[in-house]
């Protein structure tokens, strides 16, 4: 008997893994909130319940690489190495735009992650019939 027609017949798969389909707005919107983040892909990406390497795919599709690195290292250029602390006893003003700035970032979180809900709690076969 052939090893490789036995081995064959017991790697198939009873049932293809199927993944969630993420509409052109939520990927946009999940984009957006790693680029005002200043946090790890990774990270933002387990917060929205999506692979990394998919939101790396819709950053990179979206703004392109070269961007992406421009975009990174203007805000480690911006930060100049102060404190947050420092930062808001010395400049009120700053310390209010910083916080109305994570209001929006926590606004814009909140949206996609119901939208996130939304579609990971859809029944799977309804977008089939």
Known sequence: MDR????SEERTPAM????P??????RRNAVELL???RRPLKRVAEELGVSANSLRSWRDRLFGKGRVAQ???????GAG???GASLALADPAAEIRRLQ????????QREILKKAMGIL?????SGMR
């Open 4 to 7: 490789k027609g036995a081995g």
């Open 16 to 19: 293809p893994k199927t993944h």
């Open 21 to 26: 389909v993420y509409d052109e707005e939520f």
């Open 35 to 37: 680029m005002d983040s």
């Open 71 to 77: 975009a990174a290292e203007s805000r480690e250029s």
């Open 81 to 83: 190495g102060r404190s």
């Open 101 to 108: 700035r994570e209001n929006d970032y926590l606004r814009r």
């Open 121 to 125: 709690s859809e029944d799977p076969q």
